[in-house]
C-alpha cells in the first residue's frame, strides 16, 4: 500500500528557513494530490496552514507557504519563529474519495 | 463561525463500544461532509474517512473498515462515530473535520473539532 512520506523532524534556527516534503512512496504528488498542510502543537487539534498545494487561509501568515516540487509537495517555513516549533503533517488525495496523512513532521526551533 | 463541539471523554472496556459525537453549528450541516480522524497517543494523525452528510454515505479508509461505523442525523446537526468490539490500541484521541468547501474532490478537512478521547482499558 502506498503511503505519504515525510521527514520525522527537522530543525531550523530562529528567523531562519526551513522546507518540508511530502512524498508518496510509490508515484509522485501533483496538484490532483490537492496537498494540504496541518500544524498542530501539544494537546491541540490540528490547525489548517495550506490547501490545494499553496493556498493560506486567512489569519495563518505569510511566512508559511506551500508548493510542489520534484514530485513532492513543500511546506516552507522562512523566517521561523519560536511558536512554529510544532508538528507538521500533510494530507494527500489518494483517488476514489481517499485521503492520507503523512507520519508528520517535528519542527524544533533553536 | 463554523464550530464543531465533540462529545466528551469515554472510559470503556475491551469488548465495549463507544459512540461520539460531533454538533456542527455556524453553517448549513449537510453542505459538508465531516472527516473523522484517529490520533493515538503520541502518533501521526490516521485518516479514517469521512461522511457526506447530506447522503449519510460514509467512506471508510481501508483499517477502518468493520468496526468503524460513520452516520449523522441532520435534525440535530450531528455526526457519530461508533467503534464496536473496543481494543486497547483504538485508545487514542478521535478529531472530527468539516470539509473546506463542498462535493469537489480538492475539499478536505478545514474546521476541527477540539477531539474525544476514548480511552480502552
Known amino acids: 500500500q502506498t503511503v505519504v512520506t515525510q521527514e520525522p523532524s527537522f530543525s531550523v534556527s530562529p528567523g531562519g528557513t526551513v522546507t518540508v516534503t511530502c512524498g508518496l512512496s510509490s508515484g509522485s504528488v501533483s496538484i490532483n494530490s490537492y496537498p494540504n498542510w496541518y500544524q498542530q502543537s501539544p494537546g491541540q487539534p490540528p490547525r489548517t496552514l495550506i490547501y490545494?498545494?499553496?493556498t493560506r487561509p486567512s489569519g495563518v501568515p505569510d511566512r508559511f507557504s506551500g508548493s510542489i516540487l520534484e514530485n513532492k509537495a513543500v511546506l516552507t517555513i522562512a523566517g521561523a519563529q519560536a511558536e512554529d516549533e510544532c508538528v507538521y503533517y500533510c494530507?494527500?488525495?489518494?483517488?476514489?474519495?481517499?485521503?492520507?496523512f503523512g507520519g508528520g513532521t517535528k519542527l524544533t526551533v533553536l | 463561525q463554523v464550530h464543531l463541539e465533540q462529545s466528551g471523554s469515554e472510559v470503556k472496556k475491551p469488548g465495549a463500544s463507544v459512540k461520539i459525537s460531533c454538533k456542527g453549528s455556524g453553517y448549513i450541516f449537510n453542505g459538508y461532509s465531516l472527516n473523522w480522524v484517529r490520533q493515538a497517543p503520541g502518533q501521526g494523525l490516521e485518516w479514517m474517512g469521512r461522511i457526506d452528510t447530506n447522503t449519510g454515505n460514509p467512506t471508510y479508509a481501508q483499517a477502518f473498515t468493520g468496526r468503524f461505523v460513520f452516520s449523522s442525523d441532520t435534525s440535530v446537526n450531528t455526526a457519530f462515530l461508533e467503534i464496536n468490539s473496543l481494543q486497547p490500541d483504538d485508545t487514542a484521541v478521535y478529531y472530527c473535520a468539516r470539509d473546506r468547501c463542498k462535493g469537489a474532490t480538492g475539499c478536505h478537512a478545514f474546521y476541527w473539532g477540539q477531539g474525544t478521547v476514548v480511552n480502552v482499558s
Open positions: 490545494n498545494t499553496n
Open positions: 494530507a494527500l488525495y489518494m483517488g476514489s474519495g481517499i485521503w492520507m
